[in-house]
């Protein structure tokens, strides 16, 4: 099949991979210390990957392959019609639907993005006793930022952080592209929520990652606040988006 990915999490693809004896190089030991008497690993031997690693499109191909032996452990809604409300935690899901980011998100998303072009403006100068700029900047330039996103196409919305490096090409604007029109999404099954509201996204924890003593010191100004939604829903990981 040829895909065009808009997400692809290349930590989740390695590490569920690995679980499945794929794509895992074998390790060759480099240098061991044979005057010591234990085995080589208590010997000090340096293992190295022996460089036949896969590219992750081939990577993911071969994934999805196998992934259609694990029978209890893997639902394709592609090709059949499971129940969605009783996927089991931990297990792995496929299925066509369309997303969107809250629109609490969006005055994060365009600090994020433009937040360079406000510097050089002057627009992050701040009064005296007001929050610095380099903070700021630091802030919206954390790479390690999750963006929420809510997924339909089960009979119960999905909810997702997407790791703001994982988009192809670096480019967050794909989105748009699963917004208008529909995707195929793979993820983990993390847990069923059913309480009537359950917080899924705090930008403070999530996209500026700031630690709890730092956020209670924070007042939740517009576009800060925590993002709530009616339950019930399926908390996932997000592997991989694509046409």
Same mark, same amino acid.
Do not use: W
């Given at each position: 099949?040829?895909?065009?990915?808009?997400?692809?999490? @290349?930590?989740?693809?390695?590490?569920?991979?690995?679980?499945? @004896? $794929?794509?895992?190089?074998?390790?060759?030991?480099?240098?061991?210390?044979?005057?010591?008497?234990?085995?080589?690993?208590? !010997?000090?031997?340096?293992? =190295?990957? /022996?460089?036949?690693s896969l590219?992750?499109?081939?990577?993911? /191909?071969?994934?999805?392959? %196998?992934?259609?032996?694990? &029978?209890?452990?893997?639902?394709?809604?592609?090709?059949?019609?499971?129940?969605?409300? &009783?996927?089991?935690?931990?297990? $792995?899901?496929?299925?066509?639907? &369309? !997303?969107?980011?809250? =629109?609490?998100?969006?005055a994060i998303?365009?600090?994020?993005?433009? %937040?360079?072009?406000?510097?050089? %403006?002057?627009?992050?100068? &701040?009064?005296?006793?007001?929050?610095?700029?380099?903070?700021?900047?630091?802030?919206?330039?954390?790479?390690?930022?999750?963006?929420?996103?809510?997924?339909?196409?089960?009979? $119960?919305?999905?909810?997702?952080?997407?790791?703001?490096?994982?988009?192809?090409?670096? /480019?967050?604007?794909?989105? @748009? @592209?699963?917004?208008?029109?529909? !995707?195929?999404?793979?993820?983990?099954?993390l847990s069923?929520?059913?309480?009537?509201?359950?917080?899924?996204?705090?930008?403070?924890?999530?996209?500026?990652?700031?630690?709890? %003593?730092?956020?209670?010191?924070?007042?939740?100004?517009?576009?800060?606040?925590?993002?709530?939604?009616?339950?019930?829903?399926?908390?996932?990981?997000? $592997? !991989?988006?694509?046409?």
């Amino acid at each position: 099949m040829y895909r065009s990915f808009v997400y692809i999490n @290349e930590g989740a693809l390695r590490r569920y991979a690995g679980q499945l @004896e $794929i794509g895992e190089s074998k390790l060759a030991a480099r240098k061991v210390n044979f005057s010591a008497k234990a085995g080589p690993f208590q !010997a000090g031997a340096e293992l =190295e990957p /022996d460089g036949r690693s896969l590219s992750l499109d081939h990577l993911y /191909d071969k994934f999805e392959y %196998a992934l259609k032996g694990q &029978t209890d452990e893997y639902f394709d809604f592609l090709t059949d019609s499971p129940d969605p409300r &009783t996927l089991p935690p931990m297990s $792995i899901v496929r299925f066509r639907g &369309t !997303a969107e980011v809250p =629109e609490q998100f969006d005055a994060i998303a365009m600090m994020r993005q433009y %937040a360079p072009m406000f510097d050089e %403006a002057g627009m992050l100068e &701040t009064e005296d006793g007001g929050v610095p700029k380099e903070f700021l900047l630091s802030l919206f330039a954390k790479k390690d930022a999750y963006a929420p996103l809510m997924i339909n196409g089960l009979d $119960i919305p999905v909810f997702s952080k997407l790791g703001m490096t994982y988009f192809a090409e670096g /480019d967050i604007s794909l989105l @748009e @592209e699963i917004e208008s029109e529909e !995707a195929v999404f793979l993820f983990k099954v993390l847990s069923h929520c059913n309480d009537k509201q359950i917080v899924v996204y705090d930008p403070l924890r999530d996209f500026m990652k700031l630690n709890r %003593a730092a956020r209670r010191r924070m007042d939740r100004s517009s576009g800060l606040e925590e993002i709530r939604i009616e339950g019930p829903v399926i908390k996932g990981e997000l $592997i !991989a988006v694509y046409h």
